[in-house]
T-cell receptor, first 112, second 112 residues
Framework: GEKVEQHESTLSVREGDSAVINCTYT??????FPWYKQEAGKSLHFVID?????DRKQSQRLIVLLDKKAKRFSLHITATQPEDSAIYFC???????????FGDGTQLVVKP | EAAVTQSPRNKVAVTGGKVTLSCNQTNNHNNMYWYRQDTGHGLRLIHYSYGAGSTEKGDIPDGYKASRPSQENFSLILELATPSQTSVYFC???????????FGKGTRLTVV
């Protein structure tokens, strides 16, 4: 089955710098890659996604890159702010009625 | 508005007792999931369901049962609770392609 690995367990950056979180996956059939954010003591919520038919997607300060050859995708947060501090989970899934596979999460700390 | 409601939000149970965690979604989603989250382990999938009447084993099903009596409801049952099942449990619902996944606020379970 699919295995999603999230390479940074913790990441610390200075406010205003960029943060990059990297994930790899194993199943070439995976076609949808969402990212979720979990603030301290709270639940997870969706932040951005990318589908396998594109290699880049941007939503405001969030950029997701997908390299299908390397089976790698990454979340770039530009101009980080203290409210970006959270655990970020990457995930992968195939089309329809398949479970979603999560990485183990990256704790991002944005220092003022 | 998308909603996944978990109950109870906090529970203290005694070892050997039976515990039922309930989850209700109003998103008309086919897929529902139960995860546990422990420090250092990210999200671990316990059971999931593709629709009413179906349940599937996830990665760590031992000691847990699941029940999906309707589209809206998905329960996690601990027949004989153990201290090792102390954790935070999250329920989630997803559409058929898992491109729309919502999480509940979590249940903190302590088994003493």
């Amino acid at each position: 089955g699919e295995k999603v690995e999230q390479h940074e367990s913790t990441l610390s950056v200075r406010e205003g710098d960029s943060a990059v979180i990297n994930c790899t996956y194993t199943d070439t059939a995976s076609s949808y890659f969402p990212w979720y954010k979990q603030e301290a003591g709270k639940s997870l919520h969706f932040v951005i996604d990318i589908r396998s038919n594109v290699d880049r997607k941007q939503s405001q300060r969030l950029i997701v890159l997908l390299d299908k050859k390397a089976k790698r995708f990454s979340l770039h947060i530009t101009a980080t702010q203290p409210e970006d501090s959270a655990i970020y989970f990457c995930a992968a899934t195939k089309n329809s009625n398949n479970r979603i596979f999560f990485g183990d999460g990256t704790q991002l700390v944005v220092k003022p | 508005e998308a909603a996944v409601t978990q109950s109870p939000r906090n529970k203290v149970a005694v070892t050997g007792g039976k515990v039922t965690l309930s989850c209700n979604q109003t998103n008309n989603h086919n897929n529902m999931y139960w995860y546990r989250q422990d420090t250092g382990h990210g999200l671990r999938l316990i059971h999931y369901s593709y629709g009413a009447g179906s349940t599937e084993k996830g990665d760590i099903p031992d000691g847990y049962k699941a029940s999906r009596p309707s589209q809206e409801n998905f329960s996690l049952i601990l027949e004989l609770a153990t201290p090792s099942q102390t954790s935070v449990y999250f329920c989630a619902s997803g559409d058929q392609a898992n491109t729309e996944v919502f999480f509940g606020k979590g249940t903190r379970l302590t088994v003493v």
